[in-house]
């Protein structure tokens, strides 16, 4: 029995040893605070959201290693000025889109939506197990930029537009003013649509005042904030430019590489937590806000014909082969097309078709 207690007075012992060395190790450890301006305002569900929800689980789930403080958009830089200033050591982190810098690399709007692309779950399985995340980072190297990139958020299909007017076929889009996003605007003016890149918190009051004739911005659930139903009556579905759409986290290099295993271990863990967390919310929060759309505020909700979507897809194909002069573009989307090839194998056999 003393020989029983002698053990395990000696592993108790040992135990606290370890136990304080651990305490030592940790109170060692240089806590990080991000900075992080955001793109989004943190009111939008599911687009400015899932970033809140990171800098609410960050400190939780490092034990205060590793905090976020996140500044609305423009309160400390410009939605379009992220990159610059998160690589330039300005800022030491930044939460946007990739697609805002496509006027500097054709390629990253392929991280962000693309048209008649993957749906949300094959995104995924790309980015995390196929070459899509080490394809991303190379993205910013290559270019020359000081950033660490982590997929923070992505959210499922957008709606394909808010219209004034009913568009029947293509020859309705001829001459329209529309407000787009990304790849998808490529596609448009391929026919006839004249788009301009405004930001969300503008829209409305160009719709309003007769500047543009028609927008896309995001979501149902997210659109009715920015009161788009008020004006334009017609929405329209699927989303074909955007059947997901992905969200970053930038860090500075000098910031990263001064985090430890650990603290990179828990800022890549709670984005990726925070995937699922944006897909869950995004997709939760759609049919309330289409029901009520259509029930209480007069809005038809219409479905693109098959002609429309062959049209659309013909002018994206066009779209692909100009963009692919850009040798990184090319790349990506040569080997994200090889993916989805391989995937269809499993796609077109495992899911049941929805009437």
Same mark, same amino acid.
């Given at each position: 029995?003393?020989?029983? $207690?002698?053990?395990?007075?000696?592993?108790?012992?040992?135990?606290?040893?370890?136990?304080?060395?651990?305490?030592?190790?940790?109170?060692?450890?240089?806590?990080?605070?991000?900075?992080?301006?955001?793109?989004?305002?943190?009111?939008?569900?599911?687009?400015?959201?899932?970033?809140?929800?990171?800098?609410?689980?960050?400190?939780? $789930?490092?034990? =205060?290693?590793?905090?976020?403080?996140?500044?609305?958009?423009?309160?400390?830089?410009?939605?379009?000025?992220?990159?610059?200033? @998160?690589?330039?050591?300005?800022?030491?982190?930044?939460?946007?889109?990739?697609?805002?810098?496509?006027?500097?690399?054709?390629?990253?709007?392929?991280?962000?939506?693309?048209?008649?692309?993957?749906?949300?779950?094959?995104?995924?399985?790309?980015?995390?197990?196929?070459?899509?995340?080490?394809?991303?980072?190379?993205?910013?190297?290559?270019?020359?930029?000081?950033?660490?990139?982590?997929?923070?958020?992505?959210?499922?299909?957008?709606?394909?537009?808010?219209?004034?007017?009913?568009?029947?076929?293509?020859?309705?889009?001829?001459?329209?003013?529309?407000?787009?996003?990304?790849?998808?605007?490529?596609?448009?003016?391929?026919?006839?649509?004249?788009?301009?890149?405004?930001?969300?918190?503008?829209?409305?009051?160009?719709?309003?005042?007769?500047?543009?004739?028609?927008?896309?911005?995001?979501?149902?659930?997210?659109?009715?904030?920015? =009161?788009?139903?008020? $004006?334009?009556?017609?929405?329209?579905?699927?989303?074909?430019?955007?059947?997901?759409?992905?969200?970053?986290?930038?860090?500075?290099?000098?910031?990263?590489?001064?985090?430890?295993?650990?603290?990179?271990?828990?800022?890549?863990?709670?984005?990726?937590?925070?995937?699922?967390?944006?897909?869950?919310?995004?997709?939760?929060? %759609?049919?309330?806000?289409?029901?009520?759309?259509?029930?209480?505020?007069?809005?038809?909700?219409?479905?693109?014909?098959?002609?429309?979507?062959?049209?659309?897809?013909?002018?994206?194909?066009? @779209?692909?082969?100009?963009?692919?002069?850009?040798?990184?573009?090319?790349? @990506?989307?040569?080997?994200?097309? %090889?993916?989805?090839?391989?995937?269809?194998?499993?796609?077109?056999?495992?899911?049941?078709?929805?009437?």
């Amino acid at each position: 029995m003393k020989k029983y $207690i002698r053990t395990m007075a000696l592993a108790t012992g040992f135990t606290l040893a370890a136990t304080s060395a651990s305490v030592y190790a940790a109170d060692k450890v240089r806590p990080i605070l991000l900075k992080t301006p955001i793109a989004f305002g943190s009111h939008l569900p599911a687009l400015g959201t899932p970033i809140k929800w990171v800098e609410e689980q960050l400190p939780l $789930i490092s034990a =205060g290693s590793v905090r976020m403080k996140i500044y609305e958009p423009g309160k400390l830089v410009a939605p379009l000025e992220i990159l610059d200033a @998160v690589s330039s050591g300005k800022i030491n982190s930044g939460y946007a889109t990739a697609g805002y810098w496509a006027g500097k690399m054709p390629a990253a709007s392929l991280f962000s939506a693309i048209p008649f692309g993957p749906e949300a779950p094959e995104f995924m399985a790309w980015l995390y197990y196929g070459n899509g995340l080490n394809l991303y980072q190379k993205m910013y190297d290559d270019a020359g930029y000081n950033v660490h990139v982590e997929p923070c958020a992505l959210i499922s299909p957008e709606t394909s537009g808010w219209f004034k007017e009913e568009i029947n076929d293509v020859s309705d889009l001829q001459g329209l003013n529309m407000r787009f996003f990304g790849l998808g605007g490529e596609v448009m003016q391929k026919l006839g649509v004249s788009t301009s890149l405004i930001a969300g918190g503008e829209i409305f009051g160009a719709l309003e005042k007769g500047a543009i004739d028609a927008t896309e911005f995001s979501q149902p659930a997210i659109d009715q904030l920015l =009161g788009f139903y008020k $004006i334009a009556k017609h929405n329209y579905f699927p989303g074909w430019h955007q059947q997901a759409t992905l969200f970053e986290l930038l860090i500075n290099n000098k910031t990263w590489n001064k985090m430890t295993e650990s603290q990179q271990a828990q800022v890549s863990a709670t984005c990726k937590a925070s995937i699922t967390n944006s897909i869950a919310e995004s997709e939760f929060i %759609q049919f309330e806000a289409m029901i009520k759309n259509q029930n209480e505020r007069g809005v038809e909700i219409h479905t693109w014909s098959d002609d429309m979507l062959k049209s659309f897809n013909q002018a994206w194909d066009e @779209v692909v082969i100009e963009q692919s002069q850009d040798a990184t573009f090319d790349t @990506v989307y040569k080997d994200l097309s %090889q993916f989805r090839e391989n995937y269809a194998v499993w796609a077109q056999r495992a899911f049941i078709p929805r009437n």
